[in-house]
């Protein structure tokens, strides 16, 4: 369970690393080059899926054992939980950008279909936001908005 939480930590920090990549902004731009910023994004996008898939995968696995139940069990646990449906909306918004992205289907695909599935990703971004927001070990917590408010 302490990867998983570990995995959405690092994930939603990498986020907002990616929304840095991309916004040009102007003390970083010039120093360091778009193309290169560019590509840090590409590259660092791809690593982030992993770590994206792995969050929900071993915080389920963990509750699974830790409550003694199958993972499907759990799953549908997890998804009871009206935040956790958040993440799942998230998930598969997120799944459907990263898989567009990929060589073989980003060569298929016109710039503006592309680009749509990257505006997308503000959508997921603002549901998994508020899953992070009203997840059980936050919720309630004086300090997450402090957080939030501190990385953007």
Do not use: K
């Not at 759990?74 to 990929?102: G, K, N």
């Not at 060569?107 to 503006?112: M, Q």
């Not at 508020?130 to 917590?141: M, T």
């Amino acid at each position: 369970m302490a990867l998983g939480r570990l995995a959405g930590l690092l994930v939603g920090s990498g986020v907002l690393l990616q929304l840095v990549l991309v916004s040009r902004l102007p003390g970083i731009e010039p120093s360091v080059g778009s193309d290169r910023m560019h590509r840090w994004h590409r590259r660092s996008g791809f690593t982030l899926g992993s770590l994206f898939l792995a969050h929900p995968a071993l915080l389920t696995v963990g509750y699974a054992r830790w409550y003694q139940l199958s993972v499907s069990q759990q799953f549908m646990e997890f998804a009871a939980d009206w935040p956790t449906r958040l993440a799942i909306a998230a998930f598969v918004v997120i799944a459907l950008m990263v898989a567009s992205s990929t060589p073989l289907i980003r060569r298929r695909l016109t710039y503006e279909t592309w680009h749509v599935s990257h505006l997308a990703m503000y959508v997921a971004l603002g549901l998994a936001s508020w899953h992070q927001a009203n997840g059980a070990e936050i919720a309630g917590q004086p300090w997450w908005a402090d957080y939030w408010i501190g990385c953007t």
